[in-house]
């Protein structure tokens, strides 16, 4: 009989590594995530705009308006940052996991900043009306990216798997 341990001991270290490459990209993607906005031409335009898209409820038409008001400067880091599906010719369909695993962390941490942290002071405009419900995010991203159920069911258990939702 033959002992399949070591071959099986081989087999685990190759996936290890291959799963240290995944996670060593990961590290390099969060650690220059969105750097193109802190830089012209997109660090004039998300100075101004951030504030007041944070007031807004997202999937909105005003959202969407000020959206498309940010024109170049939201064109140009779409450009640099392959975690937009607006980044790719053919949106989403062409994105990596890596891609999608970064886009759905952005989403998270975007739907938190649209959240109010504290009471509406007097130079803080009223709380916006977004919805708590990350998962209801997935939807309305679903709508507007044209991404199938599948997928957003595999965007909804990471982001359950991820503690999102």
Known sequence: ???????????????QTYMHRAVNRLVLRAVNHDASKLAHPEVEAFDEWTPRLATMEYGSAEYKASVKALGPALEHHYANNSHHPEHYPNGIRGMSLLDLLEMICDWKAASERMRPSAPAAPARPAAPKYSADFLAGLALNQERFGYSDELREILENTARELGFA
Request: glycine letters at 0%; charged letters at 45%; aromatic letters at 0%.
């Open 1 to 15: 009989m033959i002992d399949s341990r070591p071959e099986t001991r081989k087999h685990i270290r190759r996936v």
